[in-house]
C-alpha cells in the first residue's frame, strides 16, 4: 500500500530542498528521519515533517494492520517550483528593482512493499 504526503508553498527554492532530497531518496523511512534529524539545513525540517506526515497518513489508511515504520520505504520524492512572491527593492535614481522570492511544493510517496 502507498501513502502521500504533499507541502505546498515552502518558502525556499526548489533547488536548496533537492540537496536534501536527494540524501534520502529510495531509503528506508527510519534511516531517513535519522539523516533529516541531525541535518543543519532549513530544509531538512519541512521534508522531516512532511514524511512524518506520509507516515501518518499510511497508519490512518491502514488501521487494521500493525505496521512498523522502520520497514517503510520511501518510494518517490520530487519537489516542484511554487509561484514566487513578487518584491520591489529601492535602487539608484529613484528607480525600483524586482525580487524574485522562490516557494516550492514538496511531494513524498512511501510504500510497504519491497522494492
Known sequence: MEARAVTRYIRSSPRKIRKSLDAIRGEKV?????????SKEKAAYVIEKTLRSAVANLMVGKMDENINPETLDIKETFVNGGPPMKRFRAAAMGRA??????SSHLTIVITTEKN
Open 30 to 38: 527510519g534511516v531517513a528521519l535519522n539523516i533529516l534529524h541531525f
Open 97 to 102: 528593482a524586482p525580487i524574485r522570492r522562490p
